[in-house]
């Protein structure tokens, strides 16, 4: 509950405690503080005792905190009713990716020789932008046009 509190909030809740309350009237305040979180402990676990009473013997491992949806889900994972376990036994990431990455490079490596034997079939390379643009040709020109950019627009990007 406390857990997240720091060295530096304890000795600042401490200094206001002192100024509130002063050093006359804390100690009495530090006892009721600690009788009222005893008290409210103590009302908690006879509650989950009660609840844990009316569920029956088949609820006897319950536990309230696994109410909670972090911890709920990792023990229904956790558990190898689904066979889940085998599952992520059996994958290792960082050998898929290497046999991915080992079968890209066999591609590119056929591509590239395919098409510097000439049996590529034409093969095209989009990455390249082509200077000219054979469909515009001035009429009575032989030379092709030069392909103008479109304008950019970096709103649309």
């Given at each position: 509950?406390?857990?997240?509190?720091?060295?530096?909030?304890?000795?600042?809740?401490v200094v206001?405690?002192?100024?509130?309350?002063?050093?006359?009237?804390l100690?009495?305040?530090?006892q009721?503080?600690?009788?009222?979180?005893?008290k409210?402990?103590?009302?908690?676990?006879s509650?989950?005792?009660?609840i844990?009473d009316?569920?029956?013997?088949?609820?006897?491992?319950?536990?309230f905190?696994?109410?909670?949806?972090?911890?709920f889900?990792?023990?229904?994972?956790?558990?190898?009713?689904?066979?889940?376990?085998?599952?992520?036994?059996?994958?290792?990431?960082k050998?898929?990716?290497?046999e991915?990455?080992?079968?890209?490079?066999?591609?590119?490596?056929?591509?590239?020789?395919?098409?510097?034997?000439?049996?590529?079939?034409?093969?095209?390379?989009?990455?390249?932008?082509?200077?000219?643009?054979?469909?515009?040709?001035?009429?009575g020109?032989?030379k092709p046009a030069?392909?103008?950019?479109?304008?950019f627009?970096?709103?649309?990007?």
């Amino acid at each position: 509950m406390f857990n997240d509190i720091g060295p530096l909030e304890v000795v600042t809740i401490v200094v206001l405690a002192v100024l509130v309350f002063g050093p006359d009237k804390l100690p009495k305040v530090i006892q009721d503080v600690s009788r009222t979180i005893r008290k409210i402990r103590e009302f908690s676990d006879s509650a989950k005792q009660d609840i844990r009473d009316e569920l029956g013997p088949e609820f006897k491992d319950f536990e309230f905190e696994d109410l909670n949806p972090k911890t709920f889900i990792r023990k229904q994972l956790d558990s190898d009713e689904l066979g889940l376990k085998e599952i992520r036994n059996g994958f290792d990431l960082k050998k898929e990716m290497a046999e991915v990455s080992d079968a890209a490079h066999t591609v590119g490596e056929l591509e590239d020789s395919g098409s510097s034997s000439g049996t590529g079939g034409g093969r095209v390379d989009m990455q390249k932008r082509p200077e000219v643009d054979m469909r515009k040709r001035p009429e009575g020109s032989e030379k092709p046009a030069a392909i103008e950019p479109p304008p950019f627009d970096a709103d649309a990007t």
